[in-house]
């Protein structure tokens, strides 16, 4: 299950963004009393108030290790994160700053602030920016970036609530993106074990031997029952010279095919960037490959 933290201040409007686009949430941690709670009351999510000190990092990393969360998002949390926390969740932070960084950002640029700044800057255009948090106040990589036409607003006001709504699309779409890209890493990796768990030892295998296994199948393989066959076709494509067997073109409609690509760990460029297309014309992802795989040994070696 992958685990979200938010962190929050103020109204949590960002926070109930994510709800509503059906992201789930863990718990919710908030460093002072605010309408967040009211939200988090209503969807019926963990919250969890700290102080805000100078031991607020602290504290909340003893909440990460029990909780464990694959990302945090900080969605209007004003106290700054420093210390054992940042390495240890390096890359599993991430903030969302109502500006165009690197323009407008650092301590005491936040909020109405930061508006503020662009009006009197003369700026016609704005926007908000999701980046990793690290040592150094909102110069972290950035993630994702959304601009904004602010050129008829007559107020920072007026700005800050033009960039809120555009924060309001860009914060769900960017977790979404790294829920999905953190899932396909968790499905490598567990793919990964289950080649060493199970004796999977391709890269020692003569290309003769796996034609002999499939010769052995080619029954079972013209039947449509072998995955396994088919999973050796794509992986017998991968070293190369393969005319001599005439069941790779048929075996190229299945996604066993393209996992037995995989276990050869070439990304090849018809796999890569075009994908391999069965009969209805679908192209496969290279995250559906890797879940083919995962599937593919639970069933096979009945896990």
């Known amino acids: 299950m992958f685990k979200i933290i938010v962190l ?13 686009n059906d992201i789930k949430i863990d718990c919710i941690i908030a460093d002072r009393e605010c309408k967040a709670k009211n939200i988090a ?22 909440i ?7 990302l945090i998002v900080l969605a ?10 940042l390495e240890k969740y390096k890359n599993k932070i991430i903030n969302i700053h109502p500006s ?42 950035i993630i994702g970036q959304d601009k904004v036409d602010i050129s008829m607003a007559k107020s920072p006001e007026e700005i800050q609530k033009i960039v809120l709504e555009k924060e309001w699309k860009l914060l769900p779409r960017v977790v979404k993106e790294l829920i999905e890209n953190n899932e396909c890493d968790i499905n490598e ?35 449509g029952s072998s995955e396994y066959i088919r999973l050796l076709c794509g992986y017998l494509y991968c070293l190369g010279d393969s005319s001599d067997v005439p069941l790779i073109e048929k075996a190229k409609y299945d996604i066993n095919f393209d996992v037995g690509c995989m276990i050869d760990g070439e990304w090849i460029d018809s796999l890569e960037n075009n994908g391999v297309e069965d009969e209805k014309k679908h192209i496969r992802t290279r995250e559906e490959i890797i879940k083919a795989f995962v599937s593919y040994c639970n069933t096979y070696f009945n896990l």
């Open 64 to 70: 990460f290790e029990e909780r464990e969360p694959n």
């Open 100 to 141: 165009l960084l690197p323009k407008y950002g650092g301590k005491g640029m936040y909020g109405l602030k930061v508006h503020q700044a662009v009006f009197e800057n003369g700026d016609k255009e704005s926007g908000c920016t999701v980046h990793y948090v690290t040592s150094d106040v909102d110069a972290g990589e």
């Open 189 to 223: 990796k567990r793919a990964e074990q289950l080649l060493r768990k199970y004796g999977f030892d391709f890269k020692n295998i003569d290309k003769n031997e796996i034609i002999e296994l499939i010769n052995k199948e080619i029954n079972d393989f013209q039947e």
């Open 76 to 85: 209007g949390f004003l106290s700054i994160l420093d210390g054992e926390i």
């Open 8 to 20: 929050v201040s103020g109204s949590g409007t960002n926070m109930l963004q994510l709800i509503k």
């Open 41 to 62: 009351d209503e969807y019926n999510i963990d919250f969890i108030l700290l102080k805000r000190d100078k031991e607020i990092s602290k504290n909340l990393l003893k």
